[in-house]
Structure formats: C-alpha cells, structure tokens
C-alpha cells in the first residue's frame, strides 16, 4: 500500500503521538473539518475539541462533517478568528493545537490569514499549551497570498525562546509550486 506524504500527513502523525483521550484541543482553522474531526476522533468520547475559523462556509462545513461522523458532541465550532482562542480555553489545558494558514480548500483565495491574526494566535497558543503541549502548522503560500505570511511566520518561529518550546520546520525542497511547510512546536522539550 502505498502512502502519500505530504504536510497534513506528517502533521496527523506527529497529533496522533501527542493527544490522548480525554485531552483538549485546538482546531485554530477549521476549514472544511479534517482536523477537527481527526482530532474529535482522537480525543474520544471524554476529549473535547474547540474549532474556529472566519468564514461562515468553513463553519458549515465543519459541523457537518462532524455530525456525519457523530462528533458533534465533542466539538465546538466557532465563527471567529483564532486569535481569539484565548477566550475559549484557560491558560496551560490544551494538548494540542494545529493550524493550517493560507486559504479555505476549494474557497475563494482573496480570503486568506494574515501574519498579524496568524502570529497572535501562535503566542496566544503557546500560553494555552499545557507542559508538554505541542502545536502543529502547516503553510500554504503563494497565490494571492503570496510570500510575506510564509516569511513573517518562519522568522517568528526561529526567534521563539528554546527554553520555552522546541520547533521544527520542515520543507518538500524538491517540490514544485511553492509546496506547504511543515512546522511543529514542543512546548518544554
């Protein structure tokens, strides 16, 4: 059977060895559900996962797919912007937190993150964390919204205090197309 590796790949499997059952998590952006719904399934029946993103479509499409997979009861799914996660969730109870920046799949691409809202939520994140907590991220760039999130995000990860958190960016350099990178965040490893 062959597998196909790409940035949401890597990011399920470094999720899948960090969040347990019972645990809190972080849909930062929700987009079509994919995260949410793997994170509901990781969570289980005790877990709870809070979703968020900015377009009404995205919230939609997020509470179906979790209503088809009977998840609905251990999700909140909100219509706001993940720099405001912090009103949702207390200071160190969060396992994990993923994000994925650029663009709703299969949506218009004049609606994108930004660096501002993107960085905040970041250091909003990273006072949620739980010791040991981890963040997940993957960076779509290019096309409208060209480069300048992609740049402003690497540069404020590489500055992020290494007695604090661990991260690790990951890029497909022998992919064509401005291929999404990988980053991940180790709160106090």
């Not at 207390?90 to 994990?96: D, I, M």
Request: glycine share 10%; charged share 20%; proline share 3%.
């Amino acid at each position: 059977m062959e597998m196909s590796v790409n940035a949401l790949s890597l990011s399920h499997r470094f999720i899948a060895e960090h969040v347990h059952e019972g645990d809190l998590c972080i849909d930062a952006t929700a987009g079509r559900g994919g995260d949410t719904a793997f994170l509901c399934g990781l969570v289980g029946d005790t877990g709870k996962v809070i979703a968020f993103d900015i377009q009404q479509e995205a919230v939609d499409s997020t509470r179906t797919l979790l209503e088809s997979k009977g998840f609905s009861d251990r999700a909140e799914v909100h219509l706001d912007s993940h720099s405001n996660m912090d009103a949702y969730a207390q200071p160190g109870t969060v396992s994990c937190i993923t994000y994925n920046f650029g663009w709703l799949p299969g949506g218009s691409h004049d609606i994108f993150t930004r660096a501002e809202t993107s960085i905040a939520a970041i250091e909003k994140g990273l006072a949620l964390l739980e010791p040991l907590g981890v963040m997940s991220l993957c960076i779509y760039y290019g096309r409208e919204n060209g480069f300048s999130e992609r740049d402003a995000l690497l540069e404020y990860l590489s500055g992020l205090d290494s007695k604090v958190c661990s991260v690790l960016v990951g890029s497909f350099v022998n992919r064509p197309s401005c291929p999404p990178i990988t980053a991940f965040i180790m709160k106090g490893r």
